[in-house]
């Protein structure tokens, strides 16, 4: 079964940091590149950023550009994406979500997701 | 930054036609994804590449597109299909992906 697992959410306080891990398998994880998707509470999808099979290209949304890190290890088929810094507009759930194509490409398989809430 | 604009909402009768637009400047030129979330739920793709279908969709979700606009039509609408909507593209010029604000379907 294709599958993607997150995991790492949690309450953290503005200013804090949370470091989010992503699990595939089923699939050749090695021939996709991965991104992560996040959606506050009520609203709609929002890029957040990408990293392509062999870590060589990396994307971050401007709103996280400076405070996120993505990283992957396709030994262990897992990507993390780590979250400093964090804003009360963060808080959202955090989506993995796999893409075949790299750049362009469209987003299949999505993971559930892990919420990530920041509040003092 | 590129933007892609949805209409918020949409209702359709059951076994009517939906048509979502997803508008953006020459969007015809991008290559244009869809996604489905289902409350609750994440989010599955249903259109990739402007009209391909992931297996398991069924025929009745097609898409199109051109010039400055995209469109995803579901024919024979069912109730299972009350969602809401994602329209995305890649943006060259900035390197980011972008979603479109989604449209929520309702089946009345």
């Known amino acids: 079964e294709v599958q993607l697992v997150e995991s790492g959410g949690g309450l953290v306080k503005p200013g804090g940091s949370l470091r989010l891990s992503c699990a595939a398998s089923g699939f050749s994880f090695g021939n996709y590149s991965i991104n992560w998707v996040r959606q506050s509470p009520g609203k709609g999808l929002e890029w957040v950023s990408s990293i392509d099979s062999g870590s060589r290209y990396i994307y971050y949304a401007d709103s996280v550009k400076g405070r996120f890190i993505i990283s992957r290890d396709n030994a262990r088929n897992s990507v993390s994406l780590q979250l400093n810094r964090l804003r009360v507009e963060d808080t959202a759930i955090y989506y993995c979500?796999?893409?075949?194509?790299?750049?362009?490409?469209?987003?299949?398989?999505w993971g559930q997701g892990t919420l990530v809430t920041v509040s003092s | 930054s590129y933007v892609l604009n949805q209409p918020p909402s949409l209702s359709v009768a059951p076994g009517q036609t939906a048509t979502i637009t997803c508008g953006g400047n020459?969007?015809?030129?991008?290559?244009v994804h869809w996604s489905q979330q289902r409350p609750g739920q994440a989010p599955i793709l249903v259109v990739y590449d402007d009209f391909d279908r992931p297996s398991g969709i069924p025929e009745r979700f097609s898409g199109a597109n051109s010039g400055n606009a995209a469109t995803l039509t579901i024919s024979r609408v069912e109730a299972g299909d009350e969602a809401d909507y994602y329209c995305?593209?890649?943006?060259?010029?900035?390197?980011?992906?972008?979603f479109g604000g989604g449209t929520k379907l309702t089946v009345l």
């Open positions: 020459d969007i015809g030129s991008k290559l």
């Open positions: 995305q593209v890649w943006d060259l010029e900035t390197a980011h992906v972008v």
């Open positions: 979500v796999g893409c075949i194509t790299g750049e362009g490409g469209y987003f299949d398989p």
